[in-house]
């Protein structure tokens, strides 16, 4: 081939960064809905938590092994009744991980934006507290939070410090307790879901950040907006099985592109 036949590598450059500003752009419409929307609903999944440094479940969290047991295994139902303090020590050991990760951008972000609409609801999937710590009220958590114990028994809740492990027993009943997290093959809190479903239900325009979009119910509350007439919006830097359900893709990550949708536009 001759040297002339070559794509001149400017023009490829230039056209690559065209797309990136393409996609990062919020449109309009997005921007109109989110000025004036009186009801908003954001969905969050591991990806919101991952410019902190919490790994993401699809592409290498779900993947580790922990004294040798499989992560699907060892965060199973089965292995509740199986060996309940393996269990506790393993979100210990999560916990620990977790304790000194801050709220990133992102989190910030949403937590302002609880502010500037009537109604405004966080849902997430992850169990870190981060919403919380970045000042977010009112988070529906849909698979429970490790900064949580739970009696096996009554149903008691008990808050677990920073540096502390999960106590073993209730203090009001003496039964067992177990993180209060939603393990493979369990149920999701009573209520959770309902409340959120609600939300979704009424909600003008439906933001979803960060999940894969694969792991129900809670993949299902984008299709229940949707359904019931709300404004679709995704943020991921991958496409999802939500993204060609959604009104408008963002594609990026959710520490910049979440700031966008206050900034002044491009
Ligand atoms: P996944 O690990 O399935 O998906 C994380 C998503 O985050 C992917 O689509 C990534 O592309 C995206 N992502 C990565 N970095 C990002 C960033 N900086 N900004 C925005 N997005 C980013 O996590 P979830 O969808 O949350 O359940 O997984 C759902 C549930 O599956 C989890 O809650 C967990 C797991 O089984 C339980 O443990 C019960």
Redesign the pocket.
Known sequence: MDLLDTPCPRSVTIQLSMQTVQRQRISEELRGRFESAKSVLVLT????S??SGVP????G??TAVWKGMPFDVI?SARMIERDLPAVREWFDYRRNLLQPLKPNP?HREIARWEKRFQQFTVVT???DGLHQKAGSTGVIE??GNIWRARCVDCDARYEILAGESCSEQCVSCGNWLRPD????GEMLPRGAFELAAESAHECELCIV???????YP?ASLPEIAKTAGAYLCE????R?ALSEHCDEVLT????A?LQMFTSAPD
């Open positions: 999944g591991a990806g919101v991952a410019e993401t479940f699809r592409g969290g779900n965060s992102a999937q992850n169990i849909l698979h997290v939603v393990l493979f950040v960060g999940t894969s979009g694969i792991v809670a943020v991921n830097p991958e999802t990026g990550k959710a520490g592109i």
